[in-house]
Protein backbone atom coordinates (compact mmCIF):
# COMPACT_ATOMS: atom_id res chain seq x y z
CA UNK A 1 0.00 0.00 0.00
CA UNK A 2 1.42 3.43 -0.85
CA UNK A 3 0.85 6.06 1.42
CA UNK A 4 2.03 9.94 1.06
CA UNK A 5 3.08 11.90 4.24
CA UNK A 6 3.65 15.35 4.77
CA UNK A 7 4.59 16.93 7.85
CA UNK A 8 4.75 20.90 9.73
CA UNK A 9 6.84 21.68 11.81
CA UNK A 10 9.69 19.63 12.81
CA UNK A 11 10.15 17.09 10.78
CA UNK A 12 9.88 13.08 12.46
CA UNK A 13 12.63 11.28 13.26
CA UNK A 14 14.14 8.83 10.65
CA UNK A 15 13.26 6.04 12.47
CA UNK A 16 9.45 6.88 12.65
CA UNK A 17 9.58 6.48 8.70
CA UNK A 18 11.94 3.81 8.82
CA UNK A 19 9.70 1.47 11.19
CA UNK A 20 6.16 2.88 9.50
CA UNK A 21 7.96 1.17 6.37
CA UNK A 22 9.15 -1.78 8.40
CA UNK A 23 5.56 -2.40 9.23
CA UNK A 24 4.78 -2.93 5.68
CA UNK A 25 3.63 0.61 4.55
CA UNK A 26 5.15 1.85 1.83
CA UNK A 27 5.36 5.57 2.42
CA UNK A 28 6.54 9.00 -0.35
CA UNK A 29 7.19 11.98 1.13
CA UNK A 30 5.30 15.15 -0.92
CA UNK A 31 4.79 19.02 -0.33
CA UNK A 32 1.61 20.73 0.37
CA UNK A 33 -0.99 20.36 -0.92
CA UNK A 34 -0.61 16.72 -0.85
CA UNK A 35 -1.96 14.12 -3.28
CA UNK A 36 -5.23 12.68 -3.49
CA UNK A 37 -5.36 9.17 -2.03
CA UNK A 38 -4.44 7.87 1.64
CA UNK A 39 -1.30 9.64 3.98
CA UNK A 40 0.05 10.78 6.99
CA UNK A 41 0.24 13.89 8.27
CA UNK A 42 3.05 14.87 10.92
CA UNK A 43 2.36 17.83 13.14
CA UNK A 44 4.24 19.30 16.14
CA UNK A 45 0.85 21.59 17.68
CA UNK A 46 -2.60 21.80 16.24
CA UNK A 47 -2.68 25.33 14.45
CA UNK A 48 -5.53 26.43 11.91
CA UNK A 49 -2.56 25.86 9.10
CA UNK A 50 -3.38 21.89 9.87
CA UNK A 51 -6.83 21.89 10.47
CA UNK A 52 -6.88 23.54 7.10
CA UNK A 53 -4.13 21.15 5.23
CA UNK A 54 -6.71 18.28 6.89
CA UNK A 55 -9.85 19.40 5.30
CA UNK A 56 -7.82 19.72 1.73
CA UNK A 57 -6.03 16.06 2.26
CA UNK A 58 -9.45 14.72 2.66
CA UNK A 59 -11.68 16.04 1.01
CA UNK A 60 -13.60 16.82 3.77
CA UNK A 61 -13.43 12.92 5.58
CA UNK A 62 -13.60 10.89 1.63
CA UNK A 63 -9.92 10.17 1.60
CA UNK A 64 -8.04 8.75 4.45
CA UNK A 65 -5.92 10.55 6.29
CA UNK A 66 -4.24 10.11 9.84
CA UNK A 67 -3.27 13.43 11.85
CA UNK A 68 -0.15 11.93 13.95
CA UNK A 69 1.52 14.46 16.97
CA UNK A 70 5.45 13.95 17.56
CA UNK A 71 4.88 14.16 21.03
CA UNK A 72 1.98 13.01 23.11
CA UNK A 73 2.77 15.94 25.68
CA UNK A 74 2.19 18.87 23.22
CA UNK A 75 -1.62 17.82 22.38
CA UNK A 76 -4.19 18.41 24.63
CA UNK A 77 -6.54 15.34 24.61
CA UNK A 78 -9.60 17.16 24.12
CA UNK A 79 -8.04 19.16 21.05
CA UNK A 80 -8.31 15.16 19.00
CA UNK A 81 -11.87 16.57 18.24
CA UNK A 82 -10.84 19.33 16.21
CA UNK A 83 -8.70 17.07 14.15
CA UNK A 84 -11.50 14.59 13.49
CA UNK A 85 -14.19 17.13 12.70
CA UNK A 86 -11.28 18.58 10.03
CA UNK A 87 -11.45 15.47 8.63
CA UNK A 88 -8.76 13.22 10.09
CA UNK A 89 -9.63 9.45 10.35
CA UNK A 90 -7.80 9.00 13.15
CA UNK A 91 -5.72 11.18 15.31
CA UNK A 92 -3.17 10.29 18.20
CA UNK A 93 0.46 11.13 19.18
CA UNK A 94 3.53 8.66 18.04
CA UNK A 95 4.97 8.28 21.56
CA UNK A 96 1.27 7.05 22.97
CA UNK A 97 2.18 3.18 22.19
CA UNK A 98 5.52 1.09 22.14
CA UNK A 99 4.44 -0.14 18.04
CA UNK A 100 2.68 3.05 16.96
CA UNK A 101 4.25 1.91 13.41
CA UNK A 102 2.11 -1.18 13.52
CA UNK A 103 -0.87 0.21 14.93
CA UNK A 104 -0.53 2.46 11.91
CA UNK A 105 -0.43 -0.01 9.08
CA UNK A 106 -3.40 -1.57 10.71
CA UNK A 107 -5.56 0.99 10.79
CA UNK A 108 -4.67 1.60 6.93
CA UNK A 109 -5.54 -1.68 5.99
CA UNK A 110 -8.69 -1.77 7.50
CA UNK A 111 -9.37 1.19 5.72
CA UNK A 112 -8.31 -0.48 2.45
CA UNK A 113 -10.56 -3.67 3.29
CA UNK A 114 -13.96 -1.16 3.87
CA UNK A 115 -12.84 1.24 1.15
CA UNK A 116 -12.84 -1.58 -1.57
CA UNK A 117 -16.12 -3.11 -0.35
CA UNK A 118 -17.82 0.27 -0.44
CA UNK A 119 -16.63 0.81 -3.92
CA UNK A 120 -17.59 -2.86 -5.28
CA UNK A 121 -20.19 -3.43 -7.60
CA UNK A 122 -22.34 -5.27 -4.35
CA UNK A 123 -22.58 -2.04 -3.06
CA UNK A 124 -22.58 0.63 -6.07
CA UNK A 125 -25.52 -1.30 -7.88
CA UNK A 126 -27.72 -1.50 -4.99
CA UNK A 127 -26.70 1.49 -2.74
CA UNK A 128 -26.06 4.09 -5.18
CA UNK A 129 -24.50 7.39 -3.91
CA UNK A 130 -21.08 9.23 -3.51
CA UNK A 131 -22.62 11.89 -1.31
CA UNK A 132 -19.89 12.31 2.06
CA UNK A 133 -22.81 11.44 4.50
CA UNK A 134 -23.64 8.52 2.08
CA UNK A 135 -20.16 7.42 2.14
CA UNK A 136 -19.58 7.95 5.73
CA UNK A 137 -22.87 5.72 6.37
CA UNK A 138 -21.92 2.82 4.07
CA UNK A 139 -18.12 2.72 5.59
CA UNK A 140 -19.47 2.48 8.83
CA UNK A 141 -22.26 -0.03 7.76
CA UNK A 142 -19.51 -2.16 5.94
CA UNK A 143 -16.96 -1.97 8.73
CA UNK A 144 -19.41 -3.00 11.26
CA UNK A 145 -21.03 -5.97 8.65
CA UNK A 146 -17.71 -7.57 7.73
CA UNK A 147 -15.47 -7.30 11.05
CA UNK A 148 -17.95 -7.47 14.14
CA UNK A 149 -21.23 -10.05 15.21
CA UNK A 150 -22.87 -7.23 16.53
CA UNK A 151 -26.54 -6.24 16.64
CA UNK A 152 -27.16 -2.98 14.37
CA UNK A 153 -29.67 -0.83 14.73
CA UNK A 154 -30.79 1.27 11.93
CA UNK A 155 -31.82 4.99 12.13
CA UNK A 156 -33.83 7.13 9.46
CA UNK A 157 -36.27 8.71 7.92
CA UNK A 158 -38.89 6.58 6.14
CA UNK A 159 -37.69 5.52 2.63
CA UNK A 160 -33.71 6.41 3.12
CA UNK A 161 -32.98 2.72 2.57
CA UNK A 162 -32.84 0.52 5.66
CA UNK A 163 -34.27 -2.59 4.67
CA UNK A 164 -31.54 -2.18 1.30
CA UNK A 165 -28.52 -1.62 4.79
CA UNK A 166 -30.05 -4.70 6.70
CA UNK A 167 -29.55 -7.12 3.50
CA UNK A 168 -26.22 -5.95 2.52
CA UNK A 169 -25.39 -6.15 6.41
CA UNK A 170 -26.44 -9.93 5.94
CA UNK A 171 -24.34 -10.25 2.55
CA UNK A 172 -21.23 -8.99 4.52
CA UNK A 173 -21.52 -10.80 7.36
CA UNK A 174 -18.62 -12.94 7.55
CA UNK A 175 -20.44 -16.46 9.05
CA UNK A 176 -19.83 -19.20 7.02
CA UNK A 177 -22.94 -21.29 5.94
CA UNK A 178 -24.99 -18.50 7.44
CA UNK A 179 -28.73 -18.58 6.68
CA UNK A 180 -31.21 -16.44 5.46
CA UNK A 181 -32.82 -13.45 6.41
CA UNK A 182 -36.15 -13.43 8.34
CA UNK A 183 -37.62 -10.26 8.37
CA UNK A 184 -40.47 -9.37 10.43
CA UNK A 185 -42.26 -6.19 10.39
CA UNK A 186 -43.49 -4.87 13.69
CA UNK A 187 -46.50 -2.79 12.66
CA UNK A 188 -47.76 -5.83 11.43
CA UNK A 189 -47.77 -8.00 14.93
CA UNK A 190 -51.15 -8.47 16.27
CA UNK A 191 -50.68 -8.21 19.90
CA UNK A 192 -52.59 -11.37 21.14
CA UNK A 193 -50.53 -13.30 18.44
CA UNK A 194 -47.23 -12.06 19.46
CA UNK A 195 -46.04 -14.48 21.30
CA UNK A 196 -46.46 -17.09 18.23
CA UNK A 197 -45.40 -14.64 16.21
CA UNK A 198 -41.88 -14.72 17.70
CA UNK A 199 -41.53 -17.79 19.69
CA UNK A 200 -43.43 -20.68 18.06
CA UNK A 201 -45.95 -22.65 19.68
CA UNK A 202 -46.77 -26.35 20.56
CA UNK A 203 -49.47 -28.23 19.57
CA UNK A 204 -52.37 -26.94 21.79
CA UNK A 205 -51.02 -24.53 23.20
CA UNK A 206 -54.52 -22.44 22.20
CA UNK A 207 -57.72 -22.60 20.31
CA UNK A 208 -56.64 -23.12 16.67
CA UNK A 209 -53.23 -24.69 17.26
CA UNK A 210 -53.16 -27.90 15.59
CA UNK A 211 -49.82 -28.22 15.20
CA UNK A 212 -46.21 -27.01 16.66
CA UNK A 213 -44.85 -24.24 14.81
CA UNK A 214 -41.75 -21.98 14.41
CA UNK A 215 -41.76 -18.33 15.41
CA UNK A 216 -39.34 -16.03 13.89
CA UNK A 217 -36.46 -16.65 16.08
CA UNK A 218 -36.04 -20.04 15.38
CA UNK A 219 -36.09 -19.62 11.37
CA UNK A 220 -33.62 -16.69 11.96
CA UNK A 221 -31.03 -19.61 13.72
CA UNK A 222 -27.99 -19.54 11.56
CA UNK A 223 -29.01 -16.28 9.62
CA UNK A 224 -30.45 -12.75 10.47
CA UNK A 225 -33.44 -11.25 11.91
CA UNK A 226 -34.61 -7.89 11.09
CA UNK A 227 -36.99 -6.79 13.02
CA UNK A 228 -38.51 -3.33 10.69
CA UNK A 229 -39.58 -0.62 12.52
CA UNK A 230 -38.99 -1.92 16.29
CA UNK A 231 -39.75 1.59 17.79
CA UNK A 232 -43.67 0.16 17.05
CA UNK A 233 -43.10 -2.69 19.40
CA UNK A 234 -45.47 -2.06 22.61
CA UNK A 235 -43.65 -1.96 25.95
CA UNK A 236 -45.27 -5.61 27.34
CA UNK A 237 -43.87 -7.19 23.93
CA UNK A 238 -40.59 -5.29 24.44
CA UNK A 239 -39.80 -7.22 28.03
CA UNK A 240 -41.28 -10.22 26.75
CA UNK A 241 -38.02 -9.94 23.84
CA UNK A 242 -35.35 -9.17 26.69
CA UNK A 243 -34.50 -12.39 27.32
CA UNK A 244 -34.09 -14.18 23.67
CA UNK A 245 -32.28 -10.91 22.76
CA UNK A 246 -29.80 -11.00 25.57
CA UNK A 247 -29.11 -15.03 25.78
CA UNK A 248 -30.19 -16.20 22.51
CA UNK A 249 -33.19 -18.78 24.80
CA UNK A 250 -36.66 -18.95 24.30
CA UNK A 251 -39.84 -20.59 25.35
CA UNK A 252 -42.28 -21.51 22.93
CA UNK A 253 -45.93 -20.97 23.57
CA UNK A 254 -47.15 -23.49 25.51
CA UNK A 255 -43.75 -25.40 25.97
CA UNK A 256 -41.40 -25.54 29.09
CA UNK A 257 -37.93 -26.52 27.25
CA UNK A 258 -35.87 -23.19 26.78
CA UNK A 259 -34.56 -23.46 22.82
CA UNK A 260 -31.27 -22.32 21.72
CA UNK A 261 -31.16 -20.01 18.82
CA UNK A 262 -28.22 -18.20 16.95
CA UNK A 263 -28.84 -14.92 14.90
CA UNK A 264 -27.64 -11.80 14.25
CA UNK A 265 -30.19 -9.04 14.98
CA UNK A 266 -30.47 -6.11 12.74
CA UNK A 267 -33.68 -3.57 13.76
CA UNK A 268 -34.57 -0.43 11.79
CA UNK A 269 -36.75 2.13 13.01
CA UNK A 270 -37.61 5.89 12.02
CA UNK A 271 -38.42 7.11 15.22
CA UNK A 272 -35.99 8.64 17.66
CA UNK A 273 -35.90 5.84 20.51
CA UNK A 274 -33.72 7.99 22.88
CA UNK A 275 -36.70 10.25 22.61
CA UNK A 276 -39.04 7.43 22.98
CA UNK A 277 -37.20 7.05 26.05
CA UNK A 278 -37.64 9.97 27.61
CA UNK A 279 -41.53 9.74 26.81
CA UNK A 280 -42.03 6.14 28.54
CA UNK A 281 -42.87 4.96 25.13
CA UNK A 282 -39.87 2.96 24.53
CA UNK A 283 -37.91 0.67 27.19
CA UNK A 284 -33.91 1.62 27.68
CA UNK A 285 -32.74 -2.05 29.01
CA UNK A 286 -34.72 -3.23 25.34
CA UNK A 287 -32.90 -0.25 23.50
CA UNK A 288 -29.39 -1.20 24.84
CA UNK A 289 -29.79 -4.54 23.76
CA UNK A 290 -30.85 -3.94 20.58
CA UNK A 291 -28.15 -0.93 19.68
CA UNK A 292 -24.77 -2.70 20.16
CA UNK A 293 -24.19 -0.14 17.24
CA UNK A 294 -26.29 2.25 15.73
CA UNK A 295 -26.04 3.73 12.07
CA UNK A 296 -28.17 6.83 10.65
CA UNK A 297 -29.07 7.12 7.13
CA UNK A 298 -29.05 10.15 5.86
CA UNK A 299 -32.55 11.48 4.25
CA UNK A 300 -32.33 12.52 0.94
CA UNK A 301 -31.87 16.41 1.57
CA UNK A 302 -28.97 16.19 3.30
CA UNK A 303 -27.24 14.34 0.08
CA UNK A 304 -28.55 16.07 -3.06
CA UNK A 305 -25.86 15.75 -4.68
CA UNK A 306 -26.68 11.31 -4.93
CA UNK A 307 -29.68 12.80 -6.64
CA UNK A 308 -28.36 13.07 -10.77
CA UNK A 309 -26.67 9.49 -9.56
CA UNK A 310 -29.68 8.10 -8.23
CA UNK A 311 -31.92 9.17 -11.24
CA UNK A 312 -29.57 7.06 -13.29
CA UNK A 313 -29.59 4.11 -11.13
CA UNK A 314 -33.15 3.83 -11.58
CA UNK A 315 -33.18 4.71 -15.11
CA UNK A 316 -30.84 1.55 -15.85
CA UNK A 317 -33.00 -0.65 -13.49
CA UNK A 318 -36.11 0.49 -15.71
CA UNK A 319 -34.71 0.34 -18.85
CA UNK A 320 -31.55 -1.81 -18.65
CA UNK A 321 -31.23 -2.32 -23.06
CA UNK A 322 -31.12 1.45 -23.89
CA UNK A 323 -31.63 3.53 -21.00
CA UNK A 324 -32.38 7.52 -21.95
CA UNK A 325 -30.58 10.14 -20.44
CA UNK A 326 -31.94 13.35 -18.87
CA UNK A 327 -31.98 16.66 -19.88
CA UNK A 328 -30.74 19.99 -18.30
CA UNK A 329 -34.12 21.11 -17.22
CA UNK A 330 -35.18 17.58 -16.01
CA UNK A 331 -31.74 17.23 -13.94
CA UNK A 332 -32.77 20.84 -12.62
CA UNK A 333 -36.17 20.05 -11.55
CA UNK A 334 -35.05 16.81 -9.89
CA UNK A 335 -32.60 18.91 -8.08
CA UNK A 336 -34.17 20.78 -6.72
CA UNK A 337 -37.67 19.31 -5.56
CA UNK A 338 -38.47 18.48 -2.14
CA UNK A 339 -38.75 14.61 -1.47
CA UNK A 340 -40.77 13.99 1.27
CA UNK A 341 -40.40 9.84 1.06
CA UNK A 342 -36.58 10.14 0.42
CA UNK A 343 -35.23 7.94 -1.77
CA UNK A 344 -38.49 5.75 -1.84
CA UNK A 345 -40.03 8.81 -3.34
CA UNK A 346 -37.48 10.13 -6.13
CA UNK A 347 -37.76 6.14 -7.27
CA UNK A 348 -40.98 6.73 -7.39
CA UNK A 349 -41.05 10.13 -9.40
CA UNK A 350 -38.17 8.84 -11.92
CA UNK A 351 -40.63 5.64 -12.63
CA UNK A 352 -43.52 8.02 -13.41
CA UNK A 353 -41.73 10.29 -15.67
CA UNK A 354 -39.94 7.34 -17.43
CA UNK A 355 -43.18 5.40 -17.73
CA UNK A 356 -44.28 8.58 -19.45
CA UNK A 357 -41.22 9.31 -21.97
CA UNK A 358 -41.37 7.64 -25.38
CA UNK A 359 -39.09 7.24 -28.49
CA UNK A 360 -35.43 7.79 -28.89
CA UNK A 361 -33.46 10.85 -27.09
CA UNK A 362 -33.25 12.48 -23.65
CA UNK A 363 -35.97 12.75 -21.06
CA UNK A 364 -37.50 16.12 -21.05
CA UNK A 365 -40.12 18.37 -19.34
CA UNK A 366 -43.17 17.13 -21.08
CA UNK A 367 -42.17 13.93 -19.33
CA UNK A 368 -42.96 15.20 -16.44
CA UNK A 369 -46.53 14.09 -15.40
CA UNK A 370 -48.62 17.72 -15.25
CA UNK A 371 -49.50 17.02 -11.80
CA UNK A 372 -45.21 17.15 -10.71
CA UNK A 373 -44.66 19.94 -12.75
CA UNK A 374 -43.39 22.57 -10.91
CA UNK A 375 -44.78 26.53 -11.40
CA UNK A 376 -43.95 27.60 -14.62
CA UNK A 377 -41.53 30.05 -16.07
CA UNK A 378 -43.93 33.13 -16.05
CA UNK A 379 -45.07 32.44 -12.54
CA UNK A 380 -41.40 32.77 -11.31
CA UNK A 381 -40.54 35.56 -13.33
CA UNK A 382 -43.65 37.52 -12.07
CA UNK A 383 -42.58 36.78 -8.69
CA UNK A 384 -39.08 38.16 -9.53
CA UNK A 385 -40.50 41.20 -11.17
CA UNK A 386 -43.10 41.98 -8.40
CA UNK A 387 -42.11 41.13 -4.53
CA UNK A 388 -38.40 40.75 -5.18
CA UNK A 389 -38.53 43.78 -7.21
CA UNK A 390 -40.73 46.00 -4.63
CA UNK A 391 -38.79 44.56 -1.58
CA UNK A 392 -35.37 45.62 -2.78
CA UNK A 393 -36.70 49.20 -3.99
CA UNK A 394 -38.33 49.78 -0.80
CA UNK A 395 -34.32 48.87 1.07
CA UNK A 396 -33.03 51.08 -1.65
CA UNK A 397 -35.23 54.02 -0.69
CA UNK A 398 -34.35 53.91 2.79
CA UNK A 399 -30.56 54.53 2.47
CA UNK A 400 -29.65 50.44 2.39
CA UNK A 401 -26.58 49.81 0.68
CA UNK A 402 -26.08 46.84 -1.76
CA UNK A 403 -24.09 44.94 0.75
CA UNK A 404 -26.83 46.05 3.24
CA UNK A 405 -29.75 44.71 0.67
CA UNK A 406 -27.54 41.09 0.17
CA UNK A 407 -26.49 40.38 3.80
CA UNK A 408 -30.58 41.11 4.94
CA UNK A 409 -31.37 39.42 1.83
CA UNK A 410 -29.42 36.36 2.95
CA UNK A 411 -29.85 36.52 6.35
CA UNK A 412 -33.81 36.11 6.17
CA UNK A 413 -33.10 33.25 3.38
CA UNK A 414 -31.30 31.35 6.22
CA UNK A 415 -33.95 32.55 9.11
CA UNK A 416 -37.06 30.93 6.95
CA UNK A 417 -35.53 27.97 6.04
CA UNK A 418 -33.68 27.16 9.32
CA UNK A 419 -37.67 27.54 10.99
CA UNK A 420 -39.11 25.90 8.40
CA UNK A 421 -36.66 23.16 9.23
CA UNK A 422 -37.75 23.43 12.75
CA UNK A 423 -33.65 24.22 13.96
CA UNK A 424 -32.35 21.21 12.16
CA UNK A 425 -28.96 23.09 10.94
CA UNK A 426 -28.07 20.25 8.81
CA UNK A 427 -31.09 20.25 6.78
CA UNK A 428 -31.62 24.07 6.90
CA UNK A 429 -27.49 24.07 4.77
CA UNK A 430 -28.48 21.70 2.49
CA UNK A 431 -31.55 23.53 1.03
CA UNK A 432 -29.27 26.81 1.08
CA UNK A 433 -26.67 24.56 -0.78
CA UNK A 434 -24.36 25.95 2.07
CA UNK A 435 -22.48 23.12 3.95
CA UNK A 436 -23.01 22.23 7.87
CA UNK A 437 -20.17 24.18 8.76
CA UNK A 438 -20.80 27.18 6.48
CA UNK A 439 -24.06 27.86 8.01
CA UNK A 440 -22.98 27.76 11.60
CA UNK A 441 -20.04 30.03 10.42
CA UNK A 442 -22.60 32.59 9.20
CA UNK A 443 -24.62 32.63 11.71
CA UNK A 444 -21.72 32.59 14.75
CA UNK A 445 -20.37 35.50 12.83
CA UNK A 446 -23.74 37.40 12.94
CA UNK A 447 -24.24 37.10 16.19
CA UNK A 448 -20.38 38.71 16.83
CA UNK A 449 -21.37 41.69 14.80
CA UNK A 450 -24.53 42.07 16.93
CA UNK A 451 -26.77 40.61 13.76
CA UNK A 452 -29.67 38.25 14.38
Known amino acids: MEIWHCFLGRRPEPAIIEGLNHACVL????????????????????????LQLLRDASCGGMERVLAIALSQARVKPSAVWDLLDAGASDAFAWDHSSDTAHEVAARFERWKKVDEIVASPLVKENLAGNSRAWIRALRQLVEVARFTSSSVLLTGESGTGKELFAQLLHTLDSRTNKRDVVVCDCTTVVPELSGSEFFGHERGAFTGAVSARDGAFARADGGTLFLDEVGELPLNLQAELLRVVQERAYKRVGGNSWLKTNFRLVCATNRNLSEEQTHGRFRGDFYYRIASW????????????????LAKHFINQLCPDNPP?????????????????????????VTRIVQHHVGPGPITAGDIPHSERPHNGQ??????????ELAVRSAVASGLSLKDVERSAGEWAEKIV???????????????????????????????????
Open 27 to 50: HRACESPPPRGPGIVFFETITPQL
Open 294 to 309: TCHLPPLCERRDDIPV
Open 325 to 349: ELDDAVLEYLLTRDYPGNVRDLKQL
Open 379 to 388: ELSDWREQSL
Open 418 to 452: IEEEKGNLKRAAARLGLTDRALQMRRATRRQNGFH
